[in-house]
């Protein structure tokens, strides 16, 4: 399981308000707020180069940190907003919210393939072509996986891995409800493929002649 969450750094804000957020801005902050967890919301400021490095690496939103504070312990949080400048686009303020190890939540997890030996179309010249490299999950907090793994055992050209194909670990289900969505494929190498096209256009060319009826 995947124990090791991303470290948010942050300090306790002691003032809270409007005037305290514009000097927490001033000072290179991003205001914000903890909340959640049976316990009081907490006023926070993180780092504006911090957040920023953070929300360009992209899903701050469905990734669990350990929110820490110097000296003291981590908590785990995960985002639920973040405001941005209307013309700027830069963040303005940042809600999390603590989560306890059962709490249920949303988020990316890798795909991990495996067995592509024991592929028969690999074997074969077959390409594994990747729809989903990550696949949103409904997990618990304090069982969250590394990676959902895919095997690849007996598939051929043509075969198709879709999320009711690949097992889940316990407790674990797919975000995206009502589809079968696709993760990979394995389809047929170029040369097959070309091979195929021509036979096809053979097919279609070849016209029979009917035999000639018989002089009267």
Same mark, same amino acid.
């Given at each position: 399981?995947?124990?090791?969450a ?17 000097q ?15 316990e ?7 780092k ?12 701050? *939103? ?25 013309? *700027? ?6 809600? *999390? ?26 074997k ?12 949103e ?20 050209v ?54 000639q009826?018989?002089?009267?």
């Amino acid at each position: 399981m995947a124990d090791e969450a991303p470290i948010l750094n942050a300090v306790v804000r002691a003032r809270t308000g409007k005037g305290a957020a514009r000097q927490a801005r001033r000072d290179g902050f991003v205001p914000g707020i903890v909340y959640g967890g049976e316990e009081a919301p907490l006023p926070i400021n993180i780092k504006f180069s911090e957040l920023v490095r953070l929300l360009k690496k992209g899903r701050f *939103l469905s990734t669990l940190f350990n929110l820490k504070f110097e000296g003291e312990g981590e908590t785990r949080v995960i985002c639920r907003g973040v405001q941005r400048d209307v013309v *700027l686009d830069l963040p303005t303020h940042v809600d *999390l919210m603590r989560l306890r190890t059962n709490s249920q939540v949303n988020l990316f997890i890798p795909v991990k393939f495996s067995n592509e030996e024991l592929a028969p179309g690999i074997k074969r010249g077959g390409v594994l072509t990747v729809v989903r490299n990550e696949i949103e999950l409904k997990v618990t907090a304090g069982e969250i996986p590394d990676a959902i793994e895919v095997d690849l055992t007996g598939l051929d050209v043509g075969d198709v891995v879709t999320i009711s194909k690949v097992s889940l670990p316990a407790g674990t289900k797919p975000s995206i409800t009502g589809r079968d969505f696709v993760i990979a494929n394995i389809s047929a190498p170029s040369g097959l493929r070309s091979a195929d096209q021509e036979e096809e256009q053979e097919e279609e060319s070849a016209v029979e002649i009917p035999e000639q009826p018989p002089e009267s």
